[in-house]
């Protein structure tokens, strides 16, 4: 039973427009949401998170935006960039981030310079 | 400064050995995570250890797996009589306090042949 998915395997974005992310979840408790780049051997990290208190938070080029009565998340990027280009998972997690990270499948995104 | 460590970085074996993989965490984070990744799919949790608690062993596939960490600081993941289906990269993370963000290690990618 799949609790966190993303349902575009791949995305392909031209260079300086904006690129939304899409994750949905079925678990009501979960409370705590992540972003996590990942680039080929490489472990993923860290970009952006969301509390369930807020529905939306902002870092430079990232937003992720959270609509908890859909349970539905996505991450919009603008504008995007060739370093942009990676693996993006989308997680999910209970008691505001003290447990384990439940994650989707991940979406390819790729920039297109 | 220094990130998640795992080591080896790759380990090919033949069905039916035992293997070990090592996690070396950020100094002073409480909380280890063991996750893997198998081909086309997301991460899949293992393991939590948080702080002297006992361990979250939820996420264990099977009986051939275990975890340790000794001294709060470095874990081992065995996998005993390894199988085909236990090929993926494994990944350890590492985070502390509230609203952790956990950082991972670059993984080990195991091939049972």
């Known amino acids: 039973d799949q609790q966190v998915k993303q349902n575009s395997p791949s995305l392909s974005v031209q260079e300086g427009r904006i690129s939304i992310l899409n994750c949905d979840y079925t678990?009501?408790?979960?409370?705590?949401f992540l972003w996590y780049k990942k680039y080929p051997a490489e472990g993923p990290t860290f970009l952006i998170s969301?509390?369930?208190?807020?529905d939306k938070n902002e870092d430079g080029r990232f937003t992720v935006f959270l609509n908890k009565s859909a349970k539905h998340l996505s991450l919009h990027i603008v504008p995007s960039q060739p370093g942009d280009s990676a693996v993006y998972f989308c997680?999910?997690?209970?008691?505001?981030?003290?447990?384990?990270?439940?994650f989707g499948t991940g979406t390819r995104l790729t920039i297109i310079p | 400064g220094a990130g998640v460590s795992q080591s080896p970085s790759n380990k090919v074996t033949e069905k039916g050995k035992d293997v070990e993989l090592r996690c070396d965490p950020i100094?002073?984070?409480?909380?280890l995570y063991w996750y893997r990744q198998s081909l086309g799919q997301g991460l899949e949790f293992l393991i939590y250890?948080?702080?002297?608690?006992?361990?979250?062993k939820s996420g264990l596939p099977s009986d051939r797996f275990s975890a340790e960490r000794t001294g709060g600081s470095v874990s081992t993941l065995t996998i005993q009589r390894t199988q085909q289906e236990d090929s993926a990269v494994y990944l350890c993370?590492?985070?502390?306090?509230?609203?952790?963000?956990?950082?991972f290690g670059p993984g080990t990618r195991l091939t049972v042949l």
């Open positions: 100094s002073g984070h409480t909380a």
């Open positions: 969301i509390s369930s208190i807020k």
């Open positions: 678990n009501s408790m979960f409370d705590y």
């Open positions: 993370a590492s985070s502390s306090g509230t609203y952790n963000e956990q950082f």
């Open positions: 997680a999910a997690t209970g008691n505001f981030g003290n447990e384990k990270l439940t």
């Open positions: 250890f948080q702080g002297n608690s006992a361990p979250d």
